[in-house]
C-alpha cells in the first residue's frame, strides 16, 4: 500500500507541475500580446497627434493642420482591441500634450461602451484643456448613459470655467439625463 500511495503523489506532483508549466506559458504569451499592443496603440497615437504640414517645402513659413487625422486602419485596429485597449489609452489623458490627449479621447470614442465611460468622465472633471473637455462631452455619446455620466454632464453644464463647454454640456444634457 505504501509503494501505491508513493507512485500516486509522484503521479499528482508531475500533473500539478505539467499544469504550472502550461499556466506560466499562457500567461507569458499573454503578457506578449499585451505589450505588442500597447507598443501599437502608443505608436497610434504619437502618429495621429503629429500636426498634418500644409506648406509648401519650399516655403519660409511652415503652415499645419490643427485637426487631427486617423489612419482608417489604425482605426480599425483600435476598434478590434475593444475594451482590452482603455487603460492603454487613459494613459494619454490628462497629458500636458492637448493633441495627444484629444487623440486618446477620440480613440475612445471609437471604442465606445461602457468601459470609456470612466476615463473620459476624468477628463470632463480633471483637464486644464477645454478642447479636450469638449472632446470628451462628444465621446461621452458612444458610452452608455448611466448615473455617472449623467451627474458629470451636469456638473459641466453647471460649472465648468468654459463657457463653450458648458453650452455644449448642456446641449449632451439633453440625450443623457437621469
Do not use: W
Not at 496603440?41 to 497627434?49: K, L
Not at 487603460?87 to 479621447?105: D, Q, S, T
Not at 483637464?127 to 455619446?141: D, F, H, P, V
Amino acid at each position: 500500500m505504501g509503494y501505491f500511495n508513493k507512485i500516486n503523489r509522484i503521479v499528482a506532483l508531475a500533473a500539478s507541475l505539467t499544469l504550472c508549466g502550461v499556466c506560466l506559458a499562457q500567461s507569458a504569451r499573454h503578457q506578449e500580446a499585451l505589450e505588442k499592443m500597447t507598443v501599437r496603440i502608443d505608436s497610434i497615437v504619437q502618429r495621429a497627434a503629429v500636426p498634418l504640414d500644409l506648406s509648401d517645402p519650399s516655403s519660409p513659413a511652415r503652415i499645419t493642420s490643427s485637426q487631427i487625422f486617423f489612419d482608417p486602419d489604425d482605426m480599425t485596429e483600435i476598434q478590434k482591441y475593444g475594451p482590452r485597449a482603455v487603460p492603454v489609452l487613459a494613459k494619454f489623458l490628462l497629458n500636458r500634450n492637448a493633441r495627444i490627449e484629444r487623440v486618446a479621447i477620440r480613440l475612445l470614442g471609437a471604442i465606445g461602451g461602457p468601459a470609456i465611460a470612466d476615463p473620459l468622465v476624468e477628463v470632463l472633471d480633471k483637464s486644464s484643456n477645454s478642447g479636450s473637455r469638449t472632446e470628451a462631452l462628444l465621446n461621452l455619446k458612444q458610452a452608455p448613459c448611466s448615473k455617472a455620466v449623467a451627474r458629470a454632464i451636469i456638473r459641466a453644464a453647471k460649472s465648468d470655467p468654459d463657457p463653450l463647454v458648458r453650452r455644449q454640456a448642456q446641449e449632451e444634457s439633453r440625450s443623457c439625463s437621469m
